[in-house]
């Protein structure tokens, strides 16, 4: 199969490699230098709470932008126009949820990680145990997604061919990344998700203008000129192209918009930023930046899939390799040539880089904090840099299982490992913070069955799905065992999910009323969270 690089005429995959170099070495440089000031489990972990709300919001957007978000939206709108956009609404309202529900009541709460918020009110060892299981998995299964993505993406765009060639992509990703996590702990990998921010907007919205300014700043005329380049034009602009094929694919978009929404305010390494900032006033900041720079974000990607849509036309994107990542970088090299081809292809490289840095630091928090620290070794440890040691020792094995897991996954569909994360994220974790910070009957059994029993159905359910098998795009095509319908388990999970907690919760004899409204105090005052 030819690469997206040899396709493109005039790329020049030297000139991109230097790039990716460059911005590689610029944000190492600037990780070391943060890793001077971090000595403590709370500099390892939340950056000594140092970050304003602004830097804090940048690096959310920084963290929760991934390459799907940069290439895979871009690429929908530019194939199959409005059902394309659908995915960037259900992205961006999820934060409606995070900042009215989550954000300030999970920093006045917690610690550094969701199990110090579920723990403070219930018993410590069980709960900490579930918690740091359901942080594990969904950060595991958004890992692969990225590694498997990154071996694909940059050997389209670096002109890489083969197994060999995608595998050493990946571990030089997996490198870089332990190189971040285990120097610079969240302040380093802080600066890296605000870097990469500046980069993406700033690469998005150049483009954007440029697109505009082919059509006299006039969308519509944009618009017009989609439609008359797309075999179907008719579609371009009107829902149906994706999702109004048949009510079946209508379910299955509302179950996957509703595990998007509320996955989001589930999702451990976006919850673990929350904790970077002083008070719970710059949390809300924080927030209000980060849907900011993302809703800008997602109308930049209108324009790039619809200017991708008329300038270099969705049959040409949909057979180049890659499918519809390749219309961002294709866009690039039609408006800007190989130099801004090569820009492009390193905002990718960066993207990938910051959203496995934020995982990988998320995932060895869990693990050393709520783990070791308090299910082995209950609280007591001799010395308070032995937390921090462990949390290193956690970040270099998550990485080079991330790599393994890349290397074998990079031919799987990154999409059905996505939909997974945010499905686990949805179903098991956001049921169980919400029942702790606003049910005062809510105990340690309910806590136990929401999370598990969230986790269990949701990756039965997706196991048993037609992401899995029983279609041409599924991950294993040669077998059928698919029962459950949809592609993603969203619709079915969460709602068990919260029943399954409110069932372990009157069943159980467990009564914490008394701790909870010292949690209720403190969530909406922030009395006693700066001590935390």
Same mark, same amino acid.
């Given at each position: 199969?030819?690469?997206?690089?040899?396709?493109? =005429?005039?790329?020049?995959?030297?000139?991109?490699?230097?790039?990716?170099?460059?911005?590689?070495?610029?944000?190492?440089?600037?990780?070391?230098?943060?890793?001077?000031?971090?000595?403590?489990?709370?500099?390892?972990?939340?950056?000594?709470?140092?970050?304003?709300?602004?830097?804090?919001?940048?690096?959310?957007?920084?963290?929760?932008?991934?390459?799907?978000?940069?290439?895979?939206?871009?690429?929908?709108? *530019?194939?199959?126009?409005?059902?394309?956009?659908?995915?960037?609404?259900?992205?961006?309202?999820?934060?409606?949820?995070?900042?009215?529900?989550?954000?300030?009541?999970?920093?006045?709460?917690?610690?550094?990680?969701?199990?110090?918020?579920?723990?403070?009110?219930?018993?410590?060892?069980?709960?900490?145990?579930?918690?740091?299981?359901?942080?594990?998995?969904?950060?595991?299964?958004?890992?692969?997604?990225?590694?498997?993505?990154?071996?694909?993406?940059?050997?389209?765009?670096?002109?890489? =061919?083969?197994?060999?060639?995608?595998?050493?992509?990946?571990?030089?990703?997996?490198?870089?990344?332990?190189?971040?996590?285990?120097?610079?702990?969240?302040?380093?990998?802080? /600066?890296?998700?605000?870097?990469?921010?500046?980069?993406?907007?700033?690469?998005?919205?150049?483009?954007?203008?440029?697109?505009?300014?082919?059509?006299?700043?006039?969308?519509? =005329?944009?618009?017009?000129?989609?439609?008359?380049?797309?075999?179907?034009?008719?579609?371009?602009?009107?829902?149906?192209?994706?999702?109004?094929?048949?009510?079946?694919?209508?379910?299955?978009?509302?179950?996957?918009?509703? *595990?998007?929404?509320?996955?989001?305010?589930?999702?451990?390494?976006?919850?673990?930023?929350?904790?970077?900032?002083?008070?719970?006033?710059?949390?809300?900041?924080?927030?209000? /930046?980060?849907?900011?720079?993302?809703?800008?974000?997602?109308?930049?990607?209108?324009?790039?899939?619809?200017?991708?849509?008329?300038?270099?036309?969705?049959?040409?994107?949909?057979?180049?390799?890659?499918?519809?990542?390749?219309?961002?970088?294709?866009?690039?090299?039609?408006?800007?040539?190989?130099?801004?081809?090569?820009?492009?292809?390193?905002?990718?490289?960066?993207?990938?880089?910051?959203?496995?840095?934020?995982?990988?630091?998320?995932?060895?928090?869990?693990?050393?904090?709520?783990?070791?620290?308090?299910?082995?070794?209950?609280?007591?440890?001799?010395?308070?840099?032995?937390?921090?040691?462990?949390?290193?020792?956690?970040?270099?094995?998550?990485?080079?299982?991330?790599?393994?897991?890349?290397?074998?996954?990079?031919?799987?569909?990154? *999409?059905?490992?996505?939909?997974?994360?945010?499905?686990?994220?949805?179903?098991?974790?956001?049921?169980?913070?919400?029942?702790?910070?606003? /049910?005062?009957?809510?105990?340690?059994?309910?806590?136990?069955?929401?999370?598990?029993?969230?986790?269990?159905?949701?990756?039965?359910?997706?196991?048993?799905?037609?992401?899995?098998?029983?279609? =041409?795009?599924?991950?294993?095509?040669?077998?059928?065992?698919? /029962?459950?319908?949809?592609?993603?388990?969203?619709?079915?999970?969460?709602?068990?999910?919260?029943?399954?907690?409110?069932?372990?919760?009157?069943?159980?004899?467990?009564?914490?009323?008394?701790?909870?409204?010292?949690?209720?105090?403190?969530?909406?005052?922030?009395?006693?969270?700066?001590?935390?």
């Amino acid at each position: 199969m030819t690469t997206l690089a040899q396709s493109i =005429e005039g790329n020049n995959p030297l000139l991109n490699i230097g790039i990716f170099a460059l911005f590689v070495i610029v944000t190492l440089v600037v990780v070391f230098r943060a890793s001077r000031n971090t000595k403590t489990a709370s500099d390892y972990y939340a950056a000594g709470r140092s970050f304003s709300g602004p830097q804090n919001g940048t690096a959310i957007a920084g963290d929760y932008l991934s390459a799907a978000s940069f290439l895979g939206i871009a690429g929908a709108i *530019a194939v199959y126009g409005y059902d394309g956009f659908l995915y960037s609404i259900g992205f961006l309202v999820a934060w409606l949820v995070a900042l009215l529900l989550v954000a300030e009541l999970l920093r006045n709460t917690g610690k550094f990680t969701m199990g110090d918020v579920l723990a403070f009110r219930m018993r410590q060892r069980p709960v900490r145990a579930a918690a740091a299981t359901s942080t594990m998995a969904v950060s595991f299964f958004y890992l692969l997604a990225q590694m498997a993505g990154a071996g694909a993406l940059v050997s389209l765009l670096l002109g890489i =061919e083969g197994d060999f060639g995608q595998a050493v992509v990946i571990c030089v990703v997996g490198v870089v990344m332990i190189l971040y996590v285990l120097v610079g702990g969240m302040k380093g990998t802080t /600066w890296v998700q605000i870097i990469k921010a500046a980069l993406l907007i700033a690469g998005t919205f150049a483009m954007t203008v440029w697109v505009l300014g082919r059509y006299g700043l006039n969308f519509s =005329e944009l618009l017009g000129a989609a439609v008359e380049r797309s075999p179907d034009g008719d579609s371009m602009p009107n829902p149906g192209a994706k999702y109004g094929v048949s009510e079946a694919s209508k379910i299955d978009f509302l179950s996957l918009g509703i *595990a998007l929404v509320l996955g989001t305010a589930g999702l451990p390494h976006v919850l673990m930023r929350f904790y970077t900032v002083p008070t719970a006033k710059e949390a809300r900041r924080s927030v209000v /930046w980060a849907i900011a720079l993302i809703g800008l974000f997602y109308l930049f990607t209108l324009v790039l899939g619809y200017g991708a849509a008329a300038i270099v036309g969705s049959d040409t994107i949909s057979k180049a390799p890659g499918g519809e990542n390749s219309a961002a970088p294709l866009l690039a090299e039609a408006l800007g040539g190989p130099l801004l081809l090569g820009f492009i292809a390193a905002v990718a490289f960066a993207t990938i880089l910051a959203v496995v840095a934020g995982l990988t630091i998320t995932a060895s928090a869990s693990f050393a904090h709520d783990v070791y620290v308090n299910v082995i070794k209950r609280g007591k440890i001799d010395n308070k840099n032995t937390e921090v040691k462990v949390a290193r020792i956690t970040a270099c094995v998550i990485g080079v299982v991330a790599i393994i897991g890349g290397i074998l996954a990079k031919d799987q569909n990154v *999409a059905f490992l996505v939909a997974l994360a945010f499905a686990v994220a949805a179903s098991a974790n956001l049921p169980t913070i919400l029942y702790s910070l606003f /049910w005062k009957r809510f105990n340690t059994s309910g806590a136990l069955w929401s999370i598990y029993g969230g986790l269990a159905v949701t990756l039965v359910l997706i196991v048993f799905s037609p992401a899995v098998s029983g279609t =041409e795009k599924s991950m294993i095509t040669s077998v059928d065992f698919h /029962w459950f319908p949809l592609q993603n388990p969203g619709l079915v999970s969460i709602p068990v999910s919260f029943f399954l907690g409110w069932l372990g919760t009157v069943l159980s004899k467990e009564h914490l009323e008394d701790k909870h409204k010292e949690m209720e105090v403190r969530s909406l005052t922030g009395a006693g969270a700066e001590k935390a």
